[in-house]
């Protein structure tokens, strides 16, 4: 099976990213066999599960970082969402990030992937259980930005570091916060 260009591109990525731990290593592992098995991996409609992009967005000085509370999974999580056909999850993190949060000034803190998540969604009564390969990128904003809730959310916040634990956020969001101090020293090299 001939491999699509956006694939391709996708899959060099995830060869090429040093996963953190070991259990986000088989992520990426899984996610390297989903994209490189299915054709629709980027397509919403593929009902087993699909690639999705994420933003995680902090201040420039790693102390907050910019978390929806998502209307259908009822938990604080990254800003992110669906691919919709195009294979630049980069584009896609960053275009979920701005139609999230109704920011404009976030910008990428840098090209590599951030982090790699697989997590299940839920049935609901419109779509089956299935599974989101989700590829997650690095951003900066400004904290004083006042962020707005799309109607995907309940709430848009910035919430500090400090207390993100506090408001209970999963295993993979504590990832996140793990990995920003590195992510701001390497923003101040």
């Not at 060099?12 to 290593?25: G, K, S």
């Not at 910019?66 to 800003?79: D, E, F, N």
């Not at 599974?131 to 690095?138: E, G, K, M, S, V």
């Not at 904003?141 to 634990?165: G, K, M, N, R, T």
């Amino acid at each position: 099976m001939e491999v699509s260009t956006g694939r391709r591109l996708l899959l060099a990525e995830l060869a090429a990213y040093v996963a953190a731990t070991p259990r986000e290593r088989e992520m990426v592992e899984r996610t390297i066999a989903f994209v490189a098995a299915h054709d629709d991996c980027f397509e919403r409609t593929f009902t087993i599960g699909h690639v999705t992009g994420s933003a995680w967005v902090v201040d420039p000085a790693g102390r907050a970082a910019l978390l929806t509370h998502h209307r259908k999974l009822g938990k604080w999580l990254q800003l992110g969402g669906h691919a919709d056909g195009d294979p630049d999850i980069r584009r896609v993190a960053a275009r979920e990030a701005a139609e999230e949060s109704g920011l404009s000034g976030i910008a990428l803190a840098r090209e590599a992937i951030y982090d790699v998540d697989v997590h299940e969604i839920p049935a609901r009564a419109d779509e089956a259980a299935h599974l989101h390969y989700d590829i997650r990128f690095a951003f900066f904003a400004d904290a004083s930005s006042a962020p707005a809730a799309s109607d995907e959310s309940h709430a848009v916040a910035w919430v500090p570091l400090a207390e993100i634990e506090r408001i209970g956020v999963d295993e993979s969001v504590r990832r996140l916060v793990a990995k920003t101090p590195e992510l701001v020293a390497l923003r101040n090299r």
